[in-house]
């Protein structure tokens, strides 16, 4: 059965520092992969998706960057992080369009 | 384009009662329809979809919904709340028009009173 990963649960980083998220899917091959933000008491942004190895589309511009270096490894990425970084962030997974999303359990990021 | 409305942002019910979380959608195609369900501090889970098949569609933990396409609506409803049900929940719409990349409703918060 398919399953993903995604760490850390858990971050906490000043402003300025690196962010480095990754997502891993197990069970399937070239999944459609994606990460999501949840602001509190909001609801998801879509910020990148990924259709296959290299291939990013981005749907918010901003602070963030993804990549994509093997078929089932997604990365989210940033140089400098600000204030409004903070949130929960979602990577998610599908087989095919239209199929349903597969996601994983997040990871709380607090940027002080 | 594509998009998804959820009428309520709080829904309070007594346990053992009957939930209605409403969600209306705008399509120019044929839409998919997904409910998911998100506890504190988790990812999300699929409690059902609707991908142009029979449009009563059943899903897990006794929750189920019904495409209506005269009413462009995609109602969740549960006859019996259990606590165990409180939870936000979110409607997503997906279609050819839109790339097929979902659009997320901004979700209910449903609380369930003893």
């Known amino acids: 059965s398919q399953t993903i990963h995604q760490w850390p649960a858990t971050l906490v980083q000043p402003v300025g520092s690196p962010l480095s998220l990754e997502c891993t899917v197990e069970g399937t091959s070239n999944p459609n992969l994606y990460w999501y933000r949840q602001a509190a008491g909001r609801g998801l942004q879509l910020l990148f998706y990924s259709v296959g190895i290299g291939q990013i589309s981005s749907e918010v511009p901003q602070n963030l960057s993804a990549s994509r270096p093997q078929d089932r490894q997604f990365i989210l990425s940033s140089k400098k992080l600000l204030l409004s970084d903070s949130g929960f962030y979602l990577c998610a997974w599908r087989d095919r369009e239209n199929s349903p999303l597969h996601f994983g359990n997040g990871t709380r990021l607090t940027v002080t | 384009a594509q998009s998804v409305t959820q009428l309520d942002s709080h829904v309070s019910v007594s346990e053992g009662t009957p939930v209605l979380l409403r969600c209306n959608y705008s399509?120019?195609?044929?839409?998919?329809l997904f409910w998911y369900v998100q506890h504190p501090n988790k990812g999300l889970q699929l409690l059902l979809k609707?991908?142009?098949?029979?449009?009563l569609v059943k899903g897990i933990n006794g929750f189920e919904a019904e495409f209506k396409k005269s009413e462009t609506s995609f109602h969740l409803t549960k006859p019996s709340a259990h606590m165990s049900d409180a939870a936000e929940y979110f409607c997503v719409v997906s279609d050819q028009g839109g790339s097929y990349i979902p659009t997320f409703g901004r979700g209910t918060s449903l609380i369930v009173h003893p």
């Open positions: 399509s120019s195609y044929s839409p998919s």
């Open positions: 609707y991908t142009s098949a029979a449009t």
